[in-house]
């Protein structure tokens, strides 16, 4: 069995990079819209508790992520005639194929199931890309 190389450090880095991509995708940029999105109340602050138990989850979740993504791009390694392919054209493979494959269609299910709206969607799908894009830039530059 070939060794898939993957780098510990990457997939930590990456772990961090994703927790603050997630703080300013759902604080700074897109906060307010996406709390009203959800039917959040925006005069209640949430516990503190319920804040440091989803930034726990959280980060559990950028890891497991990060972990398993890792994986996946070096899967990729094995795809014939790959080697052949530019390095943008490689991080660009494994992000789109990784978004539209797992991530676009649980989100396009909570619109269909859950009645959640194209904007929270497209929010969230977002989201993902961009995780799932500093997580391919990371991991395989470190």
């Known amino acids: 069995m070939e060794e898939l190389g993957i780098s510990m450090t990457g997939i930590l880095v990456a772990t961090l990079a994703n927790f603050f991509v997630g703080f300013l995708w759902y604080t700074v940029l897109f906060g307010k819209t996406w709390?009203?999105?959800m039917?959040?109340?925006m005069s209640v602050k949430p516990a503190a508790s319920a804040m440091v138990r989803?930034?726990?989850v959280n980060a559990i979740g950028c890891f497991l992520m990060a972990y398993v993504f890792?994986?996946?791009m070096a899967a990729w390694s094995f795809v014939p005639n790959m080697d052949q392919m530019s390095t943008a054209g490689k991080i660009m493979s494994s992000v789109v194929f990784t978004w539209l494959g797992f991530f676009v269609p649980v989100s396009l299910n909570s619109i269909a199931w859950e009645?959640?709206?194209?904007?929270?969607f497209f929010i969230n799908?977002?989201?993902h890309?961009?995780?799932l894009l500093?997580?391919?830039l990371i991991l395989n530059y470190l």
């Open 35 to 37: 709390a009203r999105e």
């Open 39 to 41: 039917g959040f109340d």
């Open 54 to 56: 989803g930034m726990i």
């Open 70 to 72: 890792a994986h996946n």
């Open 115 to 120: 009645s959640k709206s194209w904007k929270l």
């Open 125 to 127: 799908t977002s989201y």
């Open 129 to 131: 890309f961009m995780m």
């Open 134 to 136: 500093a997580s391919a």
